[in-house]
C-alpha cells in the first residue's frame, strides 16, 4: 500500500505549481504577460494571487525566450549563419533594395 500512496503523490502537482498550458505562440503569451502585470501593477492582488501571477508570468518569459531563440536560429540557418547589421538609409529606416519590406 505504500507504493500506492507514493505513487499518487509523485503523480499529482506540487502544490503553488502552475498547471495553466502554455499559449500557441509568441504573441499570446507576450499579451497574458502583459494582462500580468497590469494587474499586478494595480496592487489589487492579495499576496497569495500576486505569487501565484509571479509564477505564471515566470513561466510565459521563458517560453518567450525559447521562442525568440528558436526564431534566432531559424533566422541563421537562413541567413548562412552570418547575421549582418541592417542597413539604415539617411531617414534612420531601414533601407530595402526593392522598396518592400521582405
Known sequence: MAKTASKDTAAAPAEGVDTTPLPENYE????EL???VA??????L????SLT??????ALVAFCQQQLEKVEQ?????DGETLKPLPMNSAGTAA???GDDL
Do not use: F, I
Open 34 to 36: 502583459e494582462g500580468l
Open 46 to 49: 492579495s499576496l497569495e494571487e
Open 53 to 58: 501571477a509571479y509564477r505564471r508570468g515566470a
Open 96 to 98: 530595402t533594395e526593392s
Open 39 to 44: 494587474r499586478m501593477e494595480s496592487g489589487n
Open 28 to 31: 499570446a503569451a507576450q499579451a
Open 74 to 78: 531559424q533566422v541563421r540557418v537562413l
